[in-house]
């Protein structure tokens, strides 16, 4: 089932900008992830957040999480014509283990150079 | 990052043959691998879980003996589409987590485009 639904579904931007991807999910959660998938490949993790952590930073790319709200945000700074692809996030449930990632919907980011 | 290869990335058949898919762990060992499914400009589904030594888990909907999966070794798993149709048509992904690296995030395949003609 799916656990996270992203918004919006598709983002076209201009290189340079930013590009915000918003993604709600329904359970409690140990930690969330993003993911990112160039098209006809497989995910590539981006970076994670656990739920007691508010904000985190990787390179251009920025994190939010409000577990009050079960929501969380992926900034893209300075967007490149590379990030074109689409970024999913996902979750694993409250307990940690060798279990199966949940993704949403997935947002698809067209960056234009 | 671990390694995960998935093979092969593209492959065409014929209604009514099987075809097999792999999944490796090339620098871990992987005693659970899971397999989804994603249509074009869609979410994954996950269709099992994988375990090594044992039966696979299917999620609900997900047809055991259309979909066998093997996880004979701690590094291989294999998906088989039994029969298949012009349905199964779709993009079959793998990943697997690692224990040493505390089962946190998952490494993918980089997936196998079936199409069935």
């Known amino acids: 089932s799916q656990q996270g639904e992203e918004d919006p579904q598709a983002l076209s931007i201009q290189e340079g900008e930013n590009a915000t991807m918003n993604c709600s999910y329904k359970t409690s959660i140990n930690n969330l992830q993003w993911y990112r998938q160039n098209s006809g490949r497989g995910l590539v993790h981006l970076i994670l957040i656990r739920s007691n952590e508010r904000e985190k930073h990787s390179g251009r790319l920025r994190v939010t999480l409000d577990t009050s709200k079960k929501s969380s945000s992926l900034l893209i700074t300075a967007s490149r014509a590379a990030d074109t692809a689409s970024y999913f996030c996902?979750?694993?449930?409250?307990?940690?283990?060798?279990?199966?990632?949940?993704f949403g919907k997935g947002t698809r980011l067209s960056v234009i150079a | 990052g671990a390694v995960v290869s998935q093979h092969p990335s593209r492959v065409i058949c014929k209604s009514g043959t099987s075809v097999k898919i792999e999944c490796r762990s090339l620098d871990f060992q992987a005693t659970t691998m899971f397999w989804y499914r994603q249509f074009p400009k869609k979410s994954l589904m996950l269709m099992a879980t994988s375990n090594e030594g044992s039966k696979a888990t299917y999620e609900q909907g997900v047809e055991k003996d259309k979909f066998l999966i093997n996880h004979a070794s701690l590094t291989l798993s294999t998906l088989t589409v039994t029969s298949a149709h012009p349905e199964d048509s779709s993009f079959y992904i793998c990943s697997a987590r690692d224990l040493a690296r505390g089962f946190v995030e998952a490494f993918f395949g980089q997936g196998t485009r079936l199409t069935v003609v």
């Open positions: 996902a979750t694993g449930g409250p307990n940690s283990g060798n279990t199966p990632l949940v």
